[in-house]
């Protein structure tokens, strides 16, 4: 069983990374992002019943609140993004070159 | 008689000290001061001066100066037969010069400045002289070397003044390395600098070569010093200082301190036979080359200056040769009759307000009888004229140098005093005799014989003059002179020693003293010969000795200017700011701003970029880590 | 050992310190009142550090004065000061130094002046921290805080160019520290590889040598560090640079106090810890201290402005310093120590001679002046003094440090100390040179006319360094004593033949330690 399920999480990453380096929009790069955080959350869950260790759950529990917040602050930028020029194509936003 | 020693070398500091510091309000009195503390000076020096002639050496140390683990040098003074004559010299010879400033100084601006500078002076001299091992004299080395500095640099507004001071300091600093390094063999050798510790041990602890070697580091120190060949070239330009330095420093004291370093250091000396070679023929060869150069020049006082170089290369073939009570009888002698020439030429620029050319001089007995009195009778010691006391003084350097088989320099020694004889006359009989060569000149510049406080030391110098020689005489088969002086500074012993009639060579150095005299009157007083058909005829000679042989200017164009040249151009310019600098230092900021540049071009600013960048690395990495593991 | 038995050293270290925080305290427009208040601060430091020269014992080559106080205990960090005869002289000459160079600004400085003073304090605390740690890490910071307030000093209150010049000063100076960081942390972890524990120490790492194939790079890392703060050739560009474009306290401080850090630097670690490389790089060292004597007077001879010419003439004393160092015998390395002090002072006194003229003036070029013995002879005399004690001559203090460089060079190798001995023509031909246009000739410039002598203030700050001139002129022994005996410790700790461990020797040695371990 253990196997599956992590080869779900890695798929859930490998998804989660695919999404993040080739999509533009900014909506879907932080789904992707949100794909890959519950793909390690998963692990974190399947290993901590694995080897019989709480720890991992309460590690998820701090990984999905960070993943909210990260999300609140994710979409507050998108917002913001919208609202300097009217677009989420994050190849608009390339200022970080110079 | 530690405190008298001390305050030997206190009163003159003490003097400088007062003037130095109060000089504003000393002023109208420093002359007074600087005079009163010298007399204190020499006066207590008679003390140990008679100690000494009582047959004891009077040694205190005071306290430890320099206390290194591999050699302690201590503070102590150290009066001996060598010393004391230094000390007696110096202390008389500055005390009449002092006294003679006051009147040759009166109304200068830097009138306590001066006095200041003088009794420094002399403090430092005596250091020189009485200090009991060779970095104390050292000091005093370095300290008239100072003093002399800013006295020929006295009237600093003018640059050829500032100049020459300079140019005094640097050349002796050549000198003082030579005289750095003699010191530091000797304490390589001997773990001490104290003479006490050193000569006695000289024979067990030095080979030959080694003496050699610590004999020609420290005969460089007294080329520089006492101005020998080719260190000579910052005497002449030193006359731009004020005549009374010119005779205390420049003729009677600091320049003899090479001859008094030489002689002092006899035991190392008469271990390296090559130094002495050394020392005598560069003796020699000046005494020769600067009295030919003495024979054209009208500038009163660089006459005597170059004369000077001429003397004090007899002094040094006396000590070359071995002879070292001839070459320190000499200095005596001639700090008597050369102080007395320069005090009797400062009288001439006294009264012709500072002219100094000959060709404007001519008559003068008239108008100051008692200076023309005295000149004569200092040139007739310097040129060698029995019983003046130059005379005695010449003829023993020169039967010793005969005497210990140096035949050539006996030879050039004897031309030099003709030659000496003739310029001597030569600056007498233009300056003091003959007609006025300027019709009113004298008139306008109310030309007259100096003060009393001038004359005064100019008459007792002459006195000195000619009687100063009679401790070179024998007297009971002893000669005075020879029996204190040999006690600290034995002759070397010369291994087939020549002998020759007395008589005959006392007549030959008679002849040729007269000679030059003669040849003086016939051209100068007669006039049979003129002096310019003489130039006519030996046209390239006369020029070369009338441009001084071109030295100084060989030394402008070909040592300092590429010197400089060198430091501004190459190594300033070239090396320091753009290869160092520019090229190192900026080169290396630069090398880091362009791989930064380079590095930019990873920066797209896309985030997409960012994201491949992060999972290659994460790639590369668990790659590496799989790959390990397997 | 703390003979006082109450925490000296770091009440000299940090008086500053809070001194700093008061001044922060004071209203910016009471400028006399930071004036004096910094002033008495700085007074005071100097006052409190007497102690440390009276109840100095100078039988022993133990740190003094000692404090130990664990800081982060599981790296085995410590804050542990304490000074030995190497480090007493440096303490003293900055709490001599700086109050003199503060009381130059008071009239020099006229932007910023609570600031500036602030400035002056954390300096005062960062060199000192320098000079008594004996925790290499305590080392290390404070040898990078007493960077920044160097940087603010020159970026704020310098000349035109200062931006360019503080950047380079901080750059070069920092690109050095990295090095040295690195040689810390090498040399922190291989002394924990070797012996199995933490420790930062300076002593204890002192007490075991690494074996010599190991020695090099660190010896390298702290030699790029510690010559490009002495400066040696060719590592000195900046300092010209930094010399002119510091107001007179920053160049007072960085050639009296901060140069020094470099050679203490070389006296701490590259000597007693890497005795083999020592041996090994001493004739490099001593020929690129050659060089730096003879080419910083050649170069300091053709400057035109009179502070970039002091500062060359620094790489030539420093020169001398360096090769009494690397000579390694006992007077050379007395003699090095003693010429810190003499250039601290003489050249110290130098740039304030300059000050003077300049806060008169705003001009520091040669050409500029000329004629100013006859307009203000005071300050000539004090010129003249210094510029004697600046070459060398006999009875001032350089003499006593240089020819004590020369001979022990001389015993080291004859040769070097016969090179050396033509060293003194050149400084003399570049500084009466100088004298002779500055202070000597005609008065050509008429802007000269309006010059003022030296007022009270002046006096003030010059005449202690007078005495010192002429103290360690005459009287050496005062200073050399106390150094005796750790001078001597230290060539000991150079000379010890480390003995030279193979690979296998180093393989028992690590088994022997992981054994212990576990």
């Known amino acids: 069983m253990l196997v599956q399920y992590m080869i779900v999480s890695a798929l859930l990453i490998a998804i989660g ?73 994050i190849n608009d936003f390339s200022m970080l070159k110079k | 008689m530690s405190g008298i020693l001390l305050f030997v070398v206190l009163a003159p500091l003490i003097g400088f000290l007062i003037n130095g510091i109060f000089g504003k309000w000393t002023k109208p009195y420093a002359g007074v001061i600087a005079s009163l503390a010298l007399a204190t000076s020499f006066v207590l020096g008679l003390f140990p001066i008679m100690s000494v002639l009582h047959g004891n050496i009077v040694e205190h140390i005071y306290y430890t100066w320099l206390p290194f683990k591999e050699v302690v040098i201590p ?83 003018k640059d050829t003044a500032s100049d020459a001071g300079e140019k005094a300091f640097v050349v002796n600093r050549i000198g003082d390395a030579g005289f750095t390094i003699g010191v530091m063999f000797i304490i390589y050798y001997f773990g001490s600098a104290t003479y006490a510790d050193v000569f006695p041990r000289a024979e067990e602890v030095l080979n030959s070569t080694a003496a050699t070697i610590i004999g020609l580091a420290l005969f460089l120190g007294a080329m520089g010093k006492s101005a020998q060949f080719p260190l000579y070239i910052w005497l002449t330009d030193a006359m731009e200082g004020p005549t009374p330095v010119s005779s205390l420093i420049h003729a009677a004291t600091m320049v003899t301190a090479g001859v008094y370093m030489v002689a002092r250091s006899n035991a190392i000396f008469s271990m390296a036979p090559i130094a002495q070679e050394v020392v005598a023929s560069v003796g020699a060869f000046t005494a020769f080359y600067a009295a030919t150069m003495a024979l054209t020049h009208k500038d009163i006082k660089r006459i005597l200056a170059y004369s000077t170089l001429s003397q004090l290369g007899y002094m040094f073939i006396g000590v070359g040769v071995g002879a070292y009570w001839t070459g320190m009888f000499h200095l005596m002698t001639h700090a008597f009759f050369k102080g007395l020439l320069f005090l009797g030429a400062g009288a001439v620029m006294h009264s012709m307000r500072g002219l100094l050319s000959i060709d404007l001089m001519g008559g003068l007995r008239k108008y100051m009888p008692q200076t023309a009195i005295l000149m004569v009778i200092a040139s007739l010691a310097i040129g060698g004229i029995p019983p003046f006391a130059g005379f005695f003084s010449k003829d023993a350097i020169l039967a010793h140098a005969l005497e210990f088989g140096h035949p050539i320099i006996w030879v050039v020694g004897e031309i030099t005093a003709f030659m000496t004889a003739f310029y001597m006359f030569r600056f007498v009989f233009t300056v003091f005799y ?44 002893v000669v005075p002179f020879e029996h204190l002086i040999t006690q600290i500074a034995p002759n070397t012993e010369v291994a087939n020693e020549a002998h020759y009639s007395e008589t005959v060579l006392i007549g030959v150095s008679v002849t040729m003293g007269i000679l030059g005299i003669l040849a003086a009157w016939i051209i100068y007083i007669k006039k049979i010969i003129t002096a310019e058909s003489i130039a006519r005829a030996f046209k390239p000679i006369y020029t070369l000795l009338a441009n001084t042989y071109y030295v100084d200017e060989f030394v402008a164009c070909c040592i300092v200017k590429p010197f400089w040249w060198v430091s501004r151009n190459f190594l300033w310019k070239i090396v320091d700011v753009i290869l160092i600098d520019k090229g190192m230092v900026d080169g290396a900021g630069w090398l880091a701003s362009r791989v930064g540049y380079l590095l930019r071009f990873i920066q797209t600013g896309f985030v997409n970029h960012y994201a491949y960048w992060v999972s290659l690395g994460v790639i590369v990495l668990s790659g590496w880590y799989i790959v390990k593991i397997i | ?111 910023k002046v609570k600031l500036f003073n602030i400035v002056i304090l954390l300096m005062q605390t960062g060199m000192l921290g320098v000079f008594i740690s004996i925790d290499m890490f305590l080392f290390y910071v404070f040898w990078e805080v007493q960077l920044i307030p160097m940087y603010l000093m020159i970026g704020i209150w310098g000349g035109p ?54 020695q090099m790079w660190l010896f390298l890392a702290f030699f790029i560090a510690f010559a490009i703060k002495v400066p040696m050739w060719p590592f000195h560009t900046w300092l010209p640079w930094a010399h002119v474009e510091a107001p007179t306290a920053g160049s007072v401080i960085l050639a009296g106090i901060l140069l020094k850090m470099g050679t203490y630097g070389f006296l701490r670690f590259n000597l007693p810890m890497f005795p083999d490389m020592t041996h090994a790089f001493a004739l490099l060292v001593i020929i690129l201290s050659i060089i730096g004597i003879f080419y910083g007077a050649f170069v300091a001879m053709v400057q035109p402005d009179i502070k970039k010419l002091v500062a060359y003439s620094s790489v030539s004393h420093l020169g001398y310093s360096m090769l009494g160092m690397f000579a390694l015998t006992q007077v050379g390395l007395e003699g090095s120590i003693l010429q810190m002090l003499n250039h601290g002072i003489s050249t110290g006194a130098l740039f304030l001679i300059v000050g003077i003229i300049y806060e008169r003036r705003h001009t520091r070029l040669i050409s500029e002046y000329g004629g100013l013995a006859s307009l203000i002879p005071v300050f000539s005399v004090f010129f003249m003094i210094f510029t004697l004690s600046s070459i060398a001559v006999p009875g001032t203090n350089g003499f006593v440090g240089e020819f004590m460089i020369l001979l022990g060079a001389f015993l080291a190798k004859p040769i070097y100390g016969i090179i050396v001995a033509f060293g003194g023509l050149f400084s003399a031909i570049y500084m009466l040179t100088m004298y002779k246009r500055v202070v000597f000739l005609k008065v050509t410039n008429p802007k000269n006319l309006e010059l003022k002598d030296m007022n009270k203030r002046e006096w003030a700050y010059m005449l202690p360094l007078l005495l010192f001139v002429f103290w360690i002129g005459l009287y050496p022994n005062t200073f050399l004593s106390k150094m005796r005996v750790s001078v001597e410790h230290l060539l000991q700790q150079t000379n010890r033949s480390v003995k030279v461990i193979d690979k296998t020797q180093e393989a028992q040695l690590i088994k022997t330690v992981v054994v212990k371990k576990g």
């Open chain 1, 17 to 89: 990374a695919t999404g993040v380096m080739i999509k533009r929009n900014f909506m879907i790069v932080l789904m992707s992002l949100e794909i890959m955080i519950n793909g390690a959350g998963m692990l974190l869950i399947v290993m901590a019943y694995y080897l019989g260790n709480v720890s991992g759950q309460v590690m998820f529990l701090f990984v999905a609140a960070v993943a909210a917040s990260e999300t609140a602050v994710g979409l507050a930028i998108a917002v913001m993004m919208y609202k300097r020029k009217g677009s989420v194509d």
């Open chain 2, 75 to 157: 503070f102590g003074l150290r009066v001996d037969a060598l010393s004391a004559v230094m000390l007696f010299v110096v202390t008389f010879v500055s005390t009449m010069i002092h006294i003679y400033s006051i009147g040759y100084m009166h109304g200068d601006p830097g009138y306590s400045r001066f006095f200041a500078y003088l009794n420094l002076f002399v403090t430092s001299m005596l250091l020189l002289v009485l200090g009991n091992n060779y970095l104390l004299m050292f000091v005093g080395w370095e300290g008239v070397g100072l003093c002399s500095y800013l006295l020929i640099g006295f009237w600093y507004e």
């Open chain 2, 434 to 477: 003959g007609e006025e060569k300027v019709p009113g000149l004298y008139h306008d510049l109310h030309t007259h014989e100096a003060p009393a406080v001038m004359t005064i030391p100019m008459w007792t110098l002459g006195i000195l003059s000619m009687v100063g020689g009679f401790v070179g005489l024998h007297i009971g088969g």
């Open chain 3, 1 to 111: 050992m703390n003979q006082l038995h109450f925490p000296i050293l770091s009440l000299i270290t940090f008086i500053p310190l809070m001194g700093a925080f008061f001044v922060a305290l004071i209203n910016e427009k009471n400028e006399n009142l930071i004036k004096w208040f910094t002033f008495i601060i700085l007074v005071i430091d100097f006052i409190v550090s007497l102690p440390l020269f009276f109840y100095f014992d100078p039988t022993t080559y133990h740190m003094q004065f000692v404090e130990r106080v664990p800081w982060i205990k599981s790296l085995g960090f410590e804050y542990h000061v304490g000074v030995d005869g190497i480090s007493l002289f440096l303490v003293l000459l900055t709490t001599f130094l700086t109050p003199l160079a503060q009381l130059s600004t008071w009239s020099a400085i006229d932007k």
């Open chain 3, 161 to 214: 160019n200062r931006v360019f010049a503080t950047m380079k000063f901080f750059l070069y100076t920092f690109a050095g520290s990295v090095f040295m960081m690195i040689a810390i942390m090498a040399l922190y972890f291989l002394n924990h590889h070797f012996t199995g524990t933490y420790t930062s120490d300076m002593v204890k790492l002192m007490a075991t040598p690494l074996p010599a194939h190991l």
